[in-house]
């Protein structure tokens, strides 16, 4: 059952129109991977699912409701989570402080809160370590990895991750794949946009190929690893 629905969405920067007519679904507790070249528009879409970018065209569906007008805090209260492109930490508060402000957004109380927060240190032991430390003094990896665990401690029905293993060294890039590959098998609905497409297509139940701001390809992730033209075009054969 589809718990994120794209249908037909138009978006873009002004009077650049980036996205032209994009369609795709997300099942519950499944991934979803975009793979594409820069300039695609992999950005643009997640960035328009979370109304940061406007859409002039489509809808989208979330857990059966149109959310395509909210703005972006209404989707994340509805349990959108989206990890962007950079990382975006509060660099002057702490790990702690950026996992307790990424909580607040929960209903259930400190109690419970405090438990997830204690779970994410044991889970990520380099946060624990340095969970009185200002969030911009840790290196990228240790970011990218504070801002998936911001993202899980809100407890979200969904994560849209864009581009989670940009600019990190290849150690660091098997770490957070498989911080990728741990949420999928907790049952977390994840939309994920990765420019390494083997790693993105080989975690992949679904797959899409964004080019020039259009689906072209659609399969499942072992099918489209499987293609020539996926190959020669993403992924280096």
Known sequence: MALLEIDGLVAGYGKIEVLHGVSLALDEGSLCAIVGANGAGKTTLLRAISAIVPKS??????????????PTHAIVRRGLAH??????????????????????????????????????????????????????SLSGGEQQVLAMARAIVARPRALLLDEPSMGLAPKLVAQVFEIVREERARGSSILLVEQNARAALSLADRAYVLERGRIVL??????LLTREDVTAAYLGG
């Open 83 to 136: 990890v962007p492109e950079g990382r975006r930490m509060l660099p002057y508060m702490t790990v702690e402080e950026n996992l307790l402000v990424a909580s607040a957004i929960r209903r259930d109380g400190r109690a419970p809160i405090a438990r997830d927060i204690a779970t994410i240190f044991e889970r990520f032991p380099i946060l624990g370590a340095r969970r009185s430390v200002a969030a911009g």
């Open 57 to 70: 065209g489509g809808r989208v569906r979330f857990a059966g409701s149109e959310i395509g007008a909210l």
């Open 218 to 223: 659609e399969g499942t992730g072992a099918e």
